[in-house]
């Protein structure tokens, strides 16, 4: 009995998850991810003016107290009611940002705390009726009470999503275009209005069905979380969307068991249980931290978006940049001496960049490791293959350099960092180009394909003590 | 002071108690709130109010008691950590800012609930003091200060109140450049970074001196509302604190009765006071209000139905026809409905037309008025022709509305630029001169 309840539950919860992180993915990607936060509120004073207008014991019971009993024609009545208002809420926004000069952050978070209040008002009206039950108390329209739910409810919420999905499924080009581009959608001539409270719309739907199982803050987190989490795995909006689905159920089912105290069955233990178990925690809570968790994950670990690959592709750059920089430098530093490589001084190479002598070394060991650089006595050396490899970075920064020169107009003694910045982007395409460019204009003195000389002062090469003009000389 | 306090009647006492802490917090709340108004950061407050619970929470497991200073620890350290979590999300994660706030509050907030459920029972934190707080049991709960029993709500809220007017005191011109304009502020070595988050610490900080006593609800609502209605209201950011705060205080006083009268809890009705502040300013401020913007345009509309009803009045009698339109004919002719009765109404009212056997005649200011537009009219419809080698056919309707808004220095300009200031495009007179 226990175990088939827990069942219907995951059920509801997983298809809610779903049906929240669908709708509310295209709430994320038009930056109005609160919005679902406001609805919630908003819904409030609509659910409880529904109460004090038609009167519904057992849902009255269920959301302000403590029975566990729903499911007719009036619960439906009591949702409309919160609909309605959600949606005014979403139109007052709309209002107050088209002519007054109050900004959209403000006008949501006025208006939410405006209809929450109101709402607060009327339900300890409702609290104070004689009728009412003595537990008294928004707690499940706060928290939710998904444990509590029937086979009729998810029933109901199965009837809302599948309506929902057809909805967004007959629209979804349109919902597409105005996610990403309204001004597009509007230039196309479509009726975005239309397009907008039909979006609201559903929006609105899944939340209110949401908000007796996860209640108000949670409900917002169902909206925002899966969709958000969803983003940093694709660029493709219908795959963004099975995903976002995917977070919202695998959040739901998730969250039931462990607020079921199922791990422990599953496992033999309780890997969350710290001391105490994890039995009788309130589910919504529990399902939006797998949520959390979920797009913790997606933040660290998506392959092209996610926080890792991000920072492995800046580690990847800066180490090339490294390499190729010490390649550079050591040509530049032997370039006199040339035919002849000799050996530089680990000091002169230290010297030569704001490097320390350990990431000098730690370059020069991967140049060792692929035959470019050989160790000596003195310090290091290009091979021969390290040679040619330097000649394409050097030619690549010297072109870029005379081009910035003859082309943007920059004082020769300033191109050199400007050059370093951009030489390591530069594609072979370009460098070609650049010294056809350049030859075109008589600007090159060599001939094309080879080393042009540097068109400012080298500082090491220049220095008539080093290393490389003393071998020269000698 | 005390004694003659306690001389008054109890229920008296209760209200001045809850009207005073009520607006102690709601001016605390307010007085910041101005500032997340003006950078945009309101729903980082919104959030913030909702993130300190699990700091709470935490500190009261840490205290075992609802200790002032272990709250005011928890709640400062978590709410730096979500303005820094939102922060880092939204430029790190590239998510935008509005679902990088989303997920870090409700996710704090659901924490919160795990772990106010796990060890909050039966004390103080239970849900329905998180969302109204308990300002109507403010009485009952003080603490001994140089031998008075002193409201607990006062010695929390008070140094905090204290603590947001010296700041805002002291920092007063880095805080303005900041918000209006922090690009400015940087250029002028001012930490816009270490500010924002100063702000954010002591949003913190009121939060949670708010919350023990008006809830959740009640600080989203005193941390925003009250700010936009003032800045609706003015553009001075002094005046703007002011009226922020008066509106914090009529929320309190107001909220506080209507919480009497209805019988319920005070923190919703303050709320709803707060809101109907906001909408009565959307609606009436004389500057930025819905009505004063209608109003404007109401008048100019009113303006030009009166000025093409001269016009036409005076083109006609340039014809030398004797015919000579009713009222009703000529409200008409112009087409702008009901506009162009109430204009005619008002030319009728000012004496520069006048009504002779049911037609419409000008009198002679009327007709000087009209030959002044009729000129604007054919200047500009010269100056087109002339200047912007438009076509004769073409210069009627740009020229029908520019009329309206060419002064007589704008005039001389024009005529000074034209070859021939005496005849239109169409041949027609210019008049006056």
């Known amino acids: ?474 | 002071m005390v004694s003659w306090f306690h001389t008054l009647d109890a229920q008296v006492q209760d209200a001045l108690l809850v009207i005073g802490i009520a607006s102690l917090t709601n001016v605390a709340c307010a007085l910041l709130g101005c500032y997340l108004v003006l950078r945009r950061m309101s729903l980082l407050g919104d959030a913030l109010s909702h993130a300190v619970l699990p700091g709470l929470v935490v500190a009261f497991i840490a205290a075992g008691s609802l200790n002032i200073v272990y709250m005011f620890a928890g709640a400062l350290a978590v709410g730096l950590l979500t303005t820094f979590l939102t922060q880092t999300i939204h430029r790190q994660g590239n998510v935008s800012a509005d679902a990088s706030i989303g997920v870090v509050f409700t996710s704090l907030f659901a924490l919160g609930v795990i772990l106010i459920k796990r060890y909050g029972q039966g004390v103080d934190l239970d849900p329905d003091c998180v969302l109204y707080g308990q300002i109507d049991l403010v009485e009952f709960y003080t603490v001994p200060l140089w031998g008075y029993e002193v409201p607990r709500a006062l010695v929390s809220i008070l140094p905090v109140l204290l603590l947001n007017i010296a700041v805002i005191v002291v920092l007063w011109k880095e805080l303005k450049i900041s918000s209006f304009d922090p690009a400015l502020a940087t250029t002028m070595g001012i930490n816009a970074e270490r500010l924002f988050y100063l702000l954010m610490a002591l949003v913190a900080l009121t939060t949670v001196a708010s919350f023990e006593q008006v809830g959740s609800i009640l600080v989203i609502a005193m941390l925003i509302v009250p700010g936009a209605t003032a800045h609706l209201l003015t553009d001075r950011l002094k005046t703007m604190m002011l009226l922020a705060s008066l509106v914090a205080v009529v929320s309190a006083v107001l909220g506080y009765f209507l919480s009497i009268a209805w019988n319920v809890s005070a923190a919703g009705p303050m709320a709803v006071v707060a809101g109907g502040c906001y909408f009565t300013a959307a609606v009436a401020s004389p500057r930025y209000g819905i009505l004063a913007a209608f109003l404007r345009n109401l008048q100019i509309s009113l303006r030009i139905a009166r000025e093409d009803l001269l016009a036409m009045l005076y083109r006609l009698e340039e014809l030398h026809v004797q015919r000579r339109l009713s009222p009703h004919e000529a409200a008409k002719a112009i087409g702008a409905g009901m506009l162009g009765d109430a204009g005619l109404w008002s030319l009728l009212r000012r004496r520069d037309v006048a009504r002779i056997e049911g037609k419409l005649e000008l009198t002679d200011r009327g007709r000087q008025r009209a030959a002044e537009l009729v000129r604007s009219h054919r200047l500009w419809e010269a100056y087109l022709v002339e200047h912007l080698g438009l076509p004769p056919d073409h210069v009627h309707d740009p020229a029908e509305r520019m009329e309206h808004f060419i002064d007589s220095r704008l005039q001389e300009q024009i005529v000074a630029d034209l070859s021939d200031a005496q005849k239109d495009p169409h041949g027609r007179e210019i008049p006056g001169g």
Request: glycine share 10%; net charge neutral; aromatic share 8%.
């Open chain 1, 1 to 474: 009995m226990a175990l088939s309840n827990t069942l219907l539950v995951m059920l509801g919860t997983s298809l809610l998850g779903a049906i929240a992180a669908i709708v509310g993915s295209f709430a994320v990607l038009r930056r109005r991810a609160l919005v679902g936060d406001l609805l919630a509120h908003a819904a409030l004073p609509g659910l409880c003016a529904a109460f004090l207008l038609i009167g519904y014991q057992p849902l009255a019971r269920r959301l302000f107290g403590t029975s566990s009993e729903a499911g007719n024609w009036q619960f439906s009545l009591m949702l409309s009611g919160a609909f309605v208002t959600g949606l005014m809420g979403v139109a007052l926004v709309t209002l107050v940002c088209r002519y007054t000069r109050t900004k959209e952050d403000a006008a949501i978070g006025i208006v939410l705390s405006t209809f929450f209040g109101a709402g607060v008002v009327l339900s300890s009206v409702i609290q104070n009726l004689p009728t009412a039950s003595s537990k008294a108390g928004l707690q499940t329209y706060i928290y939710g009470q998904a444990a509590g739910m029937t086979r009729e409810d998810v029933w109901f919420i199965a009837v809302v999503s599948a309506a929902c999905l057809i909805l967004v499924a007959l629209l979804y080009k349109e919902f597409q275009v105005f996610s990403f581009d309204p001004g597009f959608a509007r230039a196309q001539g479509w009726p975005t209005l239309a397009l907008d409270m039909a979006m609201m719309g559903v929006l609105a739907l899944v939340t209110v069905v949401g908000l007796p199982t996860v209640g108000v803050v949670l409900m917002a987190a169902m909206l925002i979380i899966p969709g958000a989490a969803a983003r940093f795995w694709t660029n493709r909006l219908g795959t963004m969307l099975l995903i976002a689905g995917l977070i919202g159920a695998a959040s739901g089912i998730g969250g039931t068991l462990i607020s079921a105290g199922m791990l422990e069955g599953l496992l033999g233990f309780d890997p969350l249980a710290f001391g105490h178990n994890t039995r009788n925690l309130p589910t919504g809570p529990v399902i939006v931290l797998c949520g959390t968790a979920l797009f913790v994950i997606s933040m660290l670990f998506a392959p092209q978006r996610g926080a890792i690959a991000r920072l492995a592709r800046i580690v990847g750059v800066r180490s090339r940049i490294g390499r190729e920089n010490l390649l550079r430098s050591l040509y530049e530093l032997s370039e006199s001496a040339l035919p002849d490589r000799p050996s530089i001084g680990w000091q002169q190479l230290v010297e030569e960049r704001s490097w320390t002598a350990a990431s000098v070394h730690r370059l020069a060991r991967w140049g060792k490791n692929a035959g470019l650089i050989e160790y000596t006595p003195a310090g290091a050396r290009l091979t021969s293959a390290g040679q040619a490899q330097a000649e394409r970075f050097v030619r690549a920064h010297r072109l870029w350099e005379m081009f910035l020169i003859s082309g943007a107009d920059i004082a020769p003694d300033h191109v050199d960092r400007d050059a370093d910045s951009i030489e390591h982007f530069l594609t072979p395409q370009m460098v070609e180009s650049l010294e056809a460019q350049l030859a075109a204009a008589g600007k090159l003195q060599t001939t094309p394909g080879t080393v042009p000389v540097s068109p400012h002062d080298l500082p090491g090469a220049a220095d008539p003590r080093s290393p490389a003009q003393e071998r020269t000389g000698g």
